[in-house]
């Protein structure tokens, strides 16, 4: 460097600069307005940064073609220059050339100006992309807004939903703390909302049971789907088991409610509850009256069937005296009339029972083939009178297992009387009880776990293909036999499916018509669920 | 007759009063009628029967209180007594007399014949 000559210094320079630079001549026109310019010097990153070849000596409308259109500010700015002297620094974008530049322009003389420039698309691009962002920042920003006001009055709404539902609803944090009780809850429950909310919703109500004894804590529904983080419902109403809860208001006074407990889960944590509740005192009073109902026709119904046949009874064995054959006839007529009144009326007060859910379950270690062996004997003349040939299969050693043995004594009752009542005279009908084992095959279906199977078999009128999944329903009697025989109540196989579904069992049937029909029950041993109820069937 | 065993019928209902009393007197028993519990807990404290029939649903005062009230007096603690009933009520009587073995029967159900049986079996004969 030292041994080059101030000339080979500067030229150096000027090639080697990063910058490209042009030396220019302005031209002005006859009002001192500048029109063009004439490159007379350029550098190689001239020719680099703007693409052009060859500008020396060339006027810049020829070279840029339009760019007095496009950049007037530039003929002016270097115009100013290039009469003042006074330097300038700017950007500006060259649409002919599709590229931004930042020009700094100074005058070394006048009528000339040196322009000194750095091509800066890059960095205005990524200044407009940074610009973009920020606009698409703040379009998102004038969303979310919208979204916020429309969110806000979702949850305007939702809360003025929640607040005016009918039901009571509460809602508490994952310790049981109210958040929100809605305008129903306040009314039912005689407390204000601002009163309770932060507040322990065990601590600031009472829930009694029936007998007026304050539930405990862990038996408080919100409590329980809390602990549990399963939906935690009360009785409903009489008909439903469960517990019947009532809420104690502020001033004492009491009311049944339903209550129904979801827990909220978020991530698979129990975060809170939410608890709807009305007030079911209406719903009691109806349930009390069909409950009433029943027990009142039961009584009622009864009593005159009671007395008819002690009389005819009486009559029978003579207390007034001797009768002809013709009497005696009559009156057995009038006996068998009754006794099937009887059981209507039974079966009536059963079925009853059994949609009001009242009926209870007391299981107790019991002996089926002893209970087996009492429905034959108490359906011998029957049996006898038909000359039906009955064989009885009991597998030596069953065990006792848990069932009610009323329940029970009525599905044997209703299989093997249907048996005999279908089966022609002369014919075989057999009463079959066996084990078996978790898994193992009884007919078509397996056992779900160690059973006791029954197996009823007759030879009977069998039930007609097509009515075969009617078999079980409230009031059927399949086609074949109500033409022969039409004292069934059609209630009998209903009632048995109700038990079985009750207690655990399994019951199907095979069947074809005039051969007969097969009746299979399970039992599982584990035995039936103990049922409180208002009633026993009969 | 001196040796005639007597059974007090506690019954609402005539005509099943009545077919007791019959049916009963024809078995050679003598027989006390009553139509409801007060009246029952009456003639049973003053005439001493050896076994009552007692039916639970009566008006005036049911079979129940009437038992309860029966079984507080010293003669009445021990005196037999089988229960008449329609079968609904049994819970009832369940409730009432948890620590005491009664027989009932179902009077729908039974017939004379057996109420007669039952009779006798109580009275140990």
Known sequence: MTSQTPETFYKSIFENMTDG????????????????????????NFEKLTGLKNAKG???????????????????IYG????????????????????????????????????????????KQIEKNLEDARIAAVNVLDDLFVEKSKVETAKAKEEAILMSIGDGLITTDEKGNTIFINKAAEKLLGIKNEE?????????????NEEGVAVPLEKRPIHMALATGTTTTTTTTTTTTGPTYYYVRKDKTKFPAAITVTPVILSGKVIGAIGVFHDITKEREIDHAKSEFVSLASHQLRTPLTAIGWYVEMLQSGDAGVLNDKQNKYLSEIYTGNKRMVELVNALLNVSRIELGTFVVEPEPTDVVLLARSVVDEQKSQIEAKKLKLSEKYAKDLPLFNADPKLLRMVFQNLLSNA????????AIEFALWMVKGGESVDVQKADEDSIAVKVTDAGYGIPKKQQNQIFTKFFRADNVRKKDTEGTGLGLYIVKAIIDHSGSKIWFESVE???????????????????????LI | M???????????????????????????????????????????LREHPELILLDIVMPVMDGMTMLKQLRENAWGKNVKIIILTNLSDIEKIADSVKNEVYDYLVKTDWKLEDVVTKVRERLGE
């Open chain 1, 58 to 76: 060339k006027k810049v409308s020829k070279l840029i073609p339009g760019i007095s259109a496009s950049n007037p500010e530039l003929f002016k």
């Open chain 2, 2 to 44: 001196e040796n005639k065993k007597t059974i007090l019928i506690i019954e609402d209902e005539r005509s099943l009063r009545e077919a007791l009393r019959d049916k009963l007197t024809r078995e050679g028993f003598s027989t006390l009628e009553a139509k409801n519990g007060e009246e029952g807990l009456d003639v049973a």
């Open chain 1, 21 to 44: 630079l042009a030396y220019c001549q302005m031209i002005f026109d006859a009002q001192k307005n500048p029109v063009d310019w004439i490159y007379i010097k350029v550098n190689k």
């Open chain 1, 196 to 208: 309770i909310s932060g507040k322990s919703f065990f601590e600031s109500t009472t829930i009694e």
């Open chain 1, 80 to 123: 100013q220059v290039s009469l003042t002297g006074k330097p300038e620094r700017f950007e500006t974008y060259v649409a002919p050339l599709s590229r931004w530049f930042l020009v700094s322009v100074f005058s070394p003389q006048k009528n000339f100006f040196v322009a000194l420039f750095q091509n800066i698309t890059d960095r």
């Open chain 1, 420 to 427: 005999v009542k279908y089966t022609p005279k002369g014919g």
């Open chain 1, 514 to 536: 005039n051969k007969g029909a097969i009746f299979y029950v399970t039992l599982p041993l584990s035995g039936m669920k103990k049922k409180e109820g208002a009633k026993a």
